[in-house]
């Protein structure tokens, strides 16, 4: 079992930045591909970002294209979301995801075995 844990959400003004952070209970977790999702009430969860094995390729909804940036690392088995600029519309909560040795549909919630319990962003006006 994969337990993942997300960090680094907090609350800052339009045009901050936070670094959020997805670590994970296992040594292989380079061989998993990452998504990180969002959530807000009435709305569905949202795809965000995702990092994709093997080769590390990444994908990011348009509206945050420019303004995040998903990377990883491996030594400290640990996915991040850098996020700059930031919208009252990035206000959500900020969830990881993680499939094993699959990088197909990775903007889907429903390909995804492992999610983390999730981590508050909010961007005040």
């Known amino acids: 079992q994969v337990q993942l844990v997300e960090s680094g959400g907090g609350l800052v003004q339009a045009g901050g930045s936070l670094r959020l952070s997805c670590a994970a209970s296992?040594?292989?977790?380079?061989?998993?591909?990452v998504g990180w999702f969002r959530h807000t009430p009435g709305k569905e969860r949202e795809f965000v970002a995702a990092?994709?094995?093997?080769?590390?390729?990444?994908y990011y909804l348009d509206s945050v294209k420019g303004r995040f940036t998903i990377s990883r690392e491996n030594a400290k088995n640990t996915v991040y979301l850098q996020m700059y600029n930031l919208k009252p519309e990035d206000t959500a909560v900020y969830y990881c995801a993680a499939r094993k040795y699959s990088n197909t549909n990775y903007d889907s919630p429903g390909q995804y075995n492992y999610w983390g319990q999730g981590t508050q962003v909010t961007v005040s006006e």
């Open positions: 296992l040594q292989t977790f380079s061989t998993y591909s």
């Open positions: 990092i994709t094995w093997p080769l590390g390729r990444t």
